[in-house]
């Protein structure tokens, strides 16, 4: 069966960090463009970015997504590579706190999507439900 949002959201960002910490020195120079300008390169992560915004966007309804989930979306996976960056540089947060905040900036950027195209027909999970499953999944 597949899982409510909120647990996908949950297990989404979960998988992801834990490959960025696991393959944290090549993370880092991908993301970084330490290994120079090589077109080849840049492609490959643009298109990774494509496929897991595609992902992202169809498991929240949006199959032919409308501008601003879109716009919503790839703001979003900015967001999250920016905080991963961070996090693998400084370690300032624990792993739950880099989660809560990541699940916590998704609900308000769709939030703020929905208010801006409320035609899109979005529907999210209560605040309080994305939190309770959060803190039950996050505590590694």
């Not at 979003?76 to 300032?92: F, K, M, N, Q, S």
């Not at 999210?124 to 590694?140: D, I, P």
Request: without cysteine; neutral net charge; hydrophobic residues 45%.
């Amino acid at each position: 069966t597949e899982l409510p949002a909120a647990e996908r959201a949950v297990a989404g960002l979960s998988g992801y960090l834990d490959f960025a910490e696991a393959r944290s020195a090549a993370f880092l120079t991908l993301l970084r463009g330490g290994i120079g300008n090589d077109p080849e390169v840049t492609e490959l992560v643009d298109a990774t970015r494509e496929r897991i915004l595609t992902r992202m966007l169809a498991n929240m309804g949006q199959k032919n997504p409308r501008p601003v989930f879109r716009l919503a979306g790839r703001a979003y996976l900015g967001l999250v590579e920016a905080a991963t960056i961070d996090w693998l540089d400084r370690r300032a947060v624990d792993r739950p706190t880099l989660m809560r905040f990541l699940l916590e900036s998704i609900y308000s950027i769709v939030s703020s999507a929905t208010t801006l195209d409320p035609d899109a027909g979005m529907r999210l999970e209560e605040r309080a439900v994305l939190e309770a499953r959060a803190t039950t999944r996050t505590a590694r």
